[in-house]
């Protein structure tokens, strides 16, 4: 069974960082590309980042690049996503997704979210 | 990066049926067969129902059925039952390598 546990949500100032984590178990992390989407509240669901199985590709929507950085350690199947000068806009559930082999196209499992609220 | 264009709600009666639209452009549902449909009931996380345009995962119901045309995409639910009551979201990987989410849709069973 896919598993996807995630951490490290929390409340923090505007202009503050935050770094959520992802542990996987279930299958073999470092075969899948991986993804973050995110849900304000009451919102719908906005894709963030993914990466490659090796890390060496990763890709951003717009209003996070220059600010968030997805990365993985595939030894420990773990998914990251550093989040710095970040903005009240930015308080979503973030989950974490298990996407393709070839491509990240099919968002195949989601894990339970981890809530990060930027506030002062 | 546009987001894709789904309408907010859709209601129907048990055992009707029901069709979801999503509306896209070149770059993203026009561009390849890699439109997916996710079901989301409320405080749980999405949950994978259509890929590639219309292929139904493992245990998903074959009342699931999804199809594509031009840059629109379309999800059916037929003989609706109370649990397909559900927000809907179509999502679509891009000529970027980037995924891209329409806004939702609430289904209703009346």
């Known amino acids: 069974e896919v598993r996807l546990v995630e951490s490290g949500g929390g409340v923090v100032q505007p202009g503050g960082s935050l770094r959520v984590s992802c542990v996987a178990s279930?299958?073999?992390?470092?075969?899948?590309?991986m993804s973050w989407v995110r849900q304000a509240p009451g919102k719908g669901l906005e894709w963030v980042a993914n990466?490659?199985?090796?890390?060496?590709?990763?890709y951003y929507v717009d209003s996070v690049r220059g600010r968030f950085t997805i990365s993985r350690d595939n030894a420990g199947s773990s998914l990251f996503l550093q989040m710095n000068s970040l903005r009240v806009e930015d308080t979503a559930v973030y989950y974490c997704?298990?996407?393709?082999?070839?491509?990240?196209?099919?968002?195949?499992?989601w894990g339970q979210g981890t809530l990060v609220t930027v506030s002062s | 990066q546009s987001a894709l264009t789904q309408p907010a709600s859709v209601s129907g009666s048990p055992g009707q049926s029901v069709a979801i639209s999503c509306s896209g452009g070149s770059n993203d549902i026009g561009a390849y067969n890699y439109v997916s449909w996710h079901q989301q009931h409320p405080g749980k996380a999405p949950k994978l129902l259509i890929y590639d345009v219309s292929v139904r995962p493992s245990g998903v119901s074959d009342r699931f059925s999804g199809s594509k045309s031009g840059n629109t995409a379309s999800l059916t639910i037929s003989g609706l039952q109370a649990e397909d009551e559900a927000d809907y979201y179509c999502s679509s990987y891009t000529t970027s390598n980037t995924n891209v989410f329409a806004g939702g849709t609430r289904l209703t069973v009346l």
């Open positions: 997704v298990r996407s393709g082999v070839a491509v990240a196209a099919t968002l195949w499992d």
């Open positions: 279930g299958f073999t992390f470092n075969n899948f590309w």
């Open positions: 990466i490659k199985q090796d890390g060496n590709e990763k």
